[in-house]
């Protein structure tokens, strides 16, 4: 059954998601719909990352807080940094965070929380998986942040993930 459904949700996901952007349920549309949930998943099998452990589960709930934190918090900064502009540049830089989380699944929940937090990219991460660099559309003090990113962050996800 494994082999068949390599994940199963997904493919029932696939199935429904089809469903519902073809706005019908004829035969043709429930069969098309069940082959893609089926195939995609069995064709992107060797994609799939590791199985996730999560050790805490309920660190997740805290991360999730202090990221809508701030990405509220982010969202009025930058906006006010751009609004403010020509009065006071943004030090826009690059900097480099040295990074302990070597899980492949954390590293990947790092890079997606690094996007939806304005005024920040994640923009490369060393071979070794060591060293991200960052740039940041607004930054006062270097290390002041890398200690926020690591402390609101990365040790949450070590936590969950290691």
Same mark, same amino acid.
């Given at each position: 059954?494994?082999?068949?459904?390599?994940?199963?949700?997904?493919?029932?996901?696939?199935?429904? +998601?089809? /469903?519902?952007?073809? /706005?019908?349920?004829?035969?043709?549309?429930? +069969? #098309? $719909?069940?082959? +893609?949930?089926?195939?995609?998943? #069995?064709?992107?099998?060797?994609? =799939?990352?590791?199985?996730?452990?999560? %050790? %805490?589960?309920?660190?997740?709930? !805290? +991360?999730?807080? &202090?990221? $809508? =934190?701030?990405?509220?918090? @982010?969202?009025?900064?930058? *906006?006010?940094?751009? /609004?403010?502009?020509? !009065? !006071?540049?943004?030090? @826009? =830089?690059?900097?480099?965070?040295?990074?302990?989380? !070597?899980?492949?699944?954390?590293? *990947?929940?790092?890079?997606?929380?690094?996007?939806?937090?304005? $005024?920040?990219?994640?923009?490369?991460?060393?071979?070794? =998986?060591?060293? &991200? #660099? #960052?740039?940041?559309?607004?930054?006062?003090?270097?290390?002041?942040?890398?200690?926020?990113?690591? *402390?609101?962050?990365? %040790?949450?996800?070590?936590?969950?993930?290691?």
């Amino acid at each position: 059954m494994n082999r068949l459904f390599p994940a199963p949700w997904l493919s029932l996901a696939l199935w429904v +998601l089809w /469903l519902a952007l073809n /706005l019908s349920i004829s035969p043709g549309n429930v +069969l #098309l $719909g069940a082959v +893609l949930g089926i195939c995609a998943p #069995l064709m992107m099998r060797k994609l =799939r990352p590791l199985p996730i452990r999560i %050790r %805490r589960p309920g660190v997740i709930l !805290r +991360l999730f807080l &202090l990221v $809508g =934190r701030d990405v509220v918090v @982010s969202n009025l900064a930058v *906006a006010w940094s751009v /609004l403010n502009a020509g !009065r !006071r540049p943004p030090r @826009s =830089r690059f900097i480099k965070v040295p990074l302990e989380l !070597r899980d492949a699944n954390g590293l *990947a929940a790092l890079s997606m929380i690094t996007t939806v937090v304005p $005024g920040t990219v994640w923009s490369e991460l060393a071979l070794d =998986r060591s060293i &991200l #660099l #960052l740039h940041v559309f607004d930054l006062d003090d270097e290390a002041l942040f890398i200690e926020h990113f690591k *402390a609101t962050y990365e %040790r949450p996800l070590m936590e969950i993930f290691e």
